[in-house]
C-alpha cells in the first residue's frame, strides 16, 4: 500500500526574478546609508552616548534596517510578487536613510559639521517625512499577511486600510509644517499633533490586529506551517507591548524619554525581521536556497580575491615600484583564486544548504558512488542517501518493483521510516516504464519545496537505466534461485532413488542369501548324490527333485518379476529391443507396431520381451523380429537363422511374464498379456 502522500503547502507561484540590479543598489544604498550614518556619529563623538542610543537609535536602529533591506531583497529576489519582500526592503532602505538624513542634520545645525544650513535642514525634513511610520505601517501589514503573503479573510482589509491610512496622517505633519519639521527637536502644532496621534493609533490597532490574526493562524495551521507562524508571533508580540508600553509610558504615565521607554521598542524592532529571518532560513519559508548560495558565493569569492590582492600586490608594491610589477602580482592573485574556487563553492554550498546539496553536485556524486556498489541492494542504498542528503529529509526509502509491481528490493537511509508522519511518494520512471517509488519523509522543520522535488524527479530520471540495470539483475537472481531450488529438489530425488534401489538390491541379496541360496544348494547336493547312486526311472527321488526344481525356478521368477535393465529403463522397448539384437554379431530386421509407441506395454511385460529376445539371441542368431498387438495380447514373433524347436531358456523367460510360446513353423510365436 502507498503511504499518503503529503499535500505541498499553497503557495503563490514563483515568478520570474526581476529587477536584480534595484533591489542590489537598493540593498547597497541601505548599506552606504547606515555606513555614513555610523561615520557622521562618530565624527560628532555621540556614537556610544545616551544620545546615540535613544535620541537617534544607533546601532540598533541602524541594524535592523539593514537586516530588512537584505532579508526583504532575498525575498524579492526569489519571488517579485511576495508582498512581505518588499515591505521588509523598503522601510529598511528608508530607516537607514532617515538615520543617516537625521546624523547630518544634528551634524551640521549642532556640532558644526561642513554643509550648508539648507541641506541640513533638508535633510532634517526628509528624515521626518521617513521616519519611524513607514517602518511600524510595514510590521503592521506583515503580520496581517504573513506567512504566505495573503490576509486570512476579506475583513482584514479594515486592519490593512487602518495601518495605510495610519501612516498616511503620521506622514501628513512634515508636509503641513515642513519649516518645523526641519528643525533637529520639531515643535509640531495643534493639528500636527492630532494627525500624528491619529496615525499613531491607527498603526498600533493595526500592530495588535496583526498579532491577533497570527494566533488565529496558528490555530488553524500544523506541522512547518505552524513552527512558521510561531516565529512571525515571536516577532510580533514583543513589538507589539513595545509599542503599547511607549504610548502608555509617554502619554499616561508622562515618562520622560530615556532608556526606559524607548531600548524596549528598538530591541524589538531589531527582533522583528531577525525571527523573520529564522522562520525562512530554518523553515524555507520562500526557498531563497539559490539566492542565499550566489549571496555566499559572492561574498566568499569577494573576500578572497580581496584578501590575496591586498596582500600579493601590496607587498610586490612596497618592495618593487612601477606599473609591471604590480600587474604581474595582479595576475598571480588571480591565478592563486582558481584552485581556492572549489573551496569557495562549497562553503558557499554549506552555508546556504546546510547538509543539502545542488542537483547536479547530487546526480554527479550519485554517480561517482553507484560505480563502487557491489549489488542492487547497496545501490539504491546510495541512491537514497543521496536524496536524504539533496533534500534534507527525515528518511528515504526506495523501493524496486518488478513488472507486475510487486517489491523486488528496497534501500533506506536516515532515521527509521516506519509508519508515522506524512511521506511524499516519487514515481521512478523513464516515460513509459515504472520501476519503482521513492518514499521521502522530510524532517519536521524542513518540508519538501519545489527544488527539493526538482531534485528527486532528476535523481528518478537520471537513474532511470540504473533502476532498470537493477530490475534485471534483481530478476536474475530471482530465476538463479528458483534454478538452485530446483537443483536441491533434483540431487534430493536421485538421493531418494539412490535410496530406493540400494534398499531394492540389499532386499534382493538377502532374499536370494536366505532362500534360493540354500534351497540350491540343496538340489546341487541332491544331484550329486543321485549321480553318485541313481535310483531307477520313477523312483520318488526324481519326483521330489523336480518339485524343488520347479519350487525353485518359481521363487526365482517371483524374485526377479518387476525388475527392470538398464537399457530398457534409459531408452525404452524398441530401442533395447534394437540394442540387443546389434550384440548378434549381424543384421536383424526389427518390426514394432506404432500402437506400443502411443501405449507401452506394462513394465513387467517390457521386461518379458526383452527378456525372450535375449534368450533367442543365445540359442542362436536371429533373422528377424517383429511385435505386434493382437486384442489383449502382445505378440513376439521371432524368426531364427537356424530352425528348430523352441530353447528353453525361451520358453522359461516367456512363463516368467505370463506368457507362452509354441512353434510354428520355422518361428517361435510368444503371446504375452498386454497388461501384466
Known sequence: MSAPTAPAPSEPAPARPVGRPAVRWAIGLTVLAAIFDTVCMGLRGRLFTSFGFIDHGWPVITLTGVVSAVMGGLIVT????????????????????????????????????????????????????????????????????APRGRLLGRGWWVAVAAAVVGCLCWSTPPLLEAATYAQVDPQPGPASTVLFVAGLVLVDAAVVAGVVSLFLRRRRSHGVERLQIQWFIVAAVPFALAILWLVTAQFVLDIPRGEATHLPLFLAELAFPLAITVAVLRYRLYDIGLVLNRAWLLLGATLVVGAGYVLVVGAVGGVVDGFWPVLLASAIAACLFQ???????????????????????????????????????ATLAEIADACRRSTGARAVVIELHDEAGAPMAAGAAGDDPGPGGPTVTTPISDGRHRFGVIRIRPAPDRPLGRRDRQVVNGLSEHAALVFRNLRLEAGLRAKIDDLAVVADQLRESRRRMARVRDDELARLERTLRTTLVPELTGIGGRLDALAADPPPPGSPAWTELV?????SLAALRDLSHGVHSDVLESIGLEAALAAR????????????????????????VAIAVEGAVVAAVEAGPLDGVELTVAGDLLVLVLE?????????????????????????????????????
Not at 539384437?581 to 513387467?604: E, F, K, N, Y
Request: hydrophobic share 45%.
Open 78 to 145: 526569489r519571488d517579485r510578487r511576495q508582498p512581505i519582500g518588499w515591505l521588509l526592503l523598503i522601510p529598511g532602505l528608508t530607516t537607514s536613510l532617515a538615520l543617516a538624513l537625521d546624523a547630518y542634520c544634528g551634524w551640521v545645525l549642532l556640532d558644526g559639521g561642513p554643509g550648508s544650513s539648507t541641506a541640513a535642514l533638508i535633510s532634517g525634513w526628509l528624515a521626518s517625512f521617513l521616519g519611524a511610520q513607514i517602518p511600524f505601517a510595514a510590521n503592521a501589514l506583515i503580520l496581517l499577511l
Open 339 to 377: 584552485p581556492l574556487r572549489a573551496h569557495v563553492v562549497r562553503v558557499a554550498d554549506r552555508l546556504a544548504y546546510g547538509v543539502r546539496l545542488e542537483p547536479y553536485e547530487a546526480l554527479a556524486d550519485l554517480s561517482r558512488r553507484l560505480a563502487d556498489s557491489p549489488g542492487s541492494d
Open 547 to 551: 518339485d524343488e526344481v520347479g519350487r
Open 581 to 604: 539384437l546389434s550384440d548378434s554379431g549381424g543384421p536383424v530386421r526389427v518390426i514394432v507396431t506404432p500402437a506400443l509407441t502411443r501405449r507401452p506395454p506394462a513394465p513387467a
Open 640 to 676: 531364427p537363422g537356424r530352425p528348430g524347436p523352441v530353447p528353453v531358456a525361451l520358453a522359461d523367460v516367456a512363463g516368467s511374464g505370463g506368457g507362452t510360446v509354441v512353434a510354428e513353423g520355422p518361428r517361435w510365436v510368444v503371446r504375452f498379456p498386454a497388461e501384466a
